[in-house]
Structures are given as C-alpha cells and as structure tokens.
C-alpha cells in the first residue's frame, strides 16, 4: 500500500480529477475537498490510486485505515463517494443518496453546485475508521 504524501505534506501523489474523455472543473474541486475532508477526519488513513482502466488512467482514489475506509469516483454528472461498509454506518444527517439497497454499501452522490456537508462526512469517515478497527480487534 502506498501513502498520498509524507506525514508534513498532504499532496496526492498522482492528480485526481475528471477523466480525459470528460474534463471538469468542478468535479475535480470536490474530489480535492473531499480528499481534505477525509485526511481531515481521519490523519492515519492512506490513499491509494486502484483501478485503472483506459477511460479512466488516473485510477480511483480509495483511502484505507485497517481496510477500505471510502472510495470517490467521478462520474458523468456528479462525484460519488462510497463507504464500503456504509449500511453499517449511522448516518445522523442522511447523506446516503445512493446505493442504498445493497447490503454493505452506501454513497454520496454530490452534482454540481450542491452543499457538502462537511461535518457529516467527517463523521462518517470517523464512524467508518471505529468500525473497521473494531473488526480488526475482533479478528484478534
């Protein structure tokens, strides 16, 4: 697994943003807010760049802390950030718009002009952190 950036620096290794078929401005503004968000509510989390194809080269970046945290992809008309475990989640602020039948994940689908909740999602990551180091010390 490799680290974003150094303890000191939060810059990502590789930038992240709308594919090359589908340049936006304002996808890859909230995917950089979100990446704050994220290192904001979780310091030891560690990003990785996964899934690479050709119509996307930079990959998806995915955020670990003793497993997958939460994943954003850029898609056609919105930034969608999935947790892994979502379903498992108490989501006091009713951010999951998304993916809301399947039995472990959720997401947040965030268009163009819309609030993000920053403390929500801060919330969720933390939530997201707890849960999956609580599996670890089951596993133990």
């Known amino acids: ?40 509510a979780d310091s030891a989390a560690t990003e990785e760049q996964k899934w690479r194809k050709p119509s996307n080269p930079a990959g998806v970046p995915v955020w670990y802390h003793d497993g997958i945290l939460c994943h954003v992809v850029t898609l056609k008309n919105r930034v969608r950030l999935t947790f892994l475990k979502g379903a498992s989640l108490k989501d006091t602020k009713s951010l999951f718009n998304a993916c809301l039948d399947g039995n472990a994940m959720r997401a947040i689908d965030i268009g163009e002009g819309d609030e993000i909740d920053a ?22």
């Not at 990502?12 to 807010?33: C, F, H, L, N, Y």
């Open 1 to 40: 697994m490799r680290k974003s950036a150094s303890k000191g620096s939060r810059a990502p290794t590789k930038p992240i943003g709308a594919t090359a078929r589908q340049p936006s401005k304002w996808k890859d503004e909230i995917v950089s807010r979100l990446r704050r968000l994220i290192e904001e």
């Open 119 to 140: 403390g929500g999602i801060k919330s969720l990551v933390r939530a997201a952190a707890a849960l999956n180091a609580s599996s670890v010390r089951d596993r133990r």
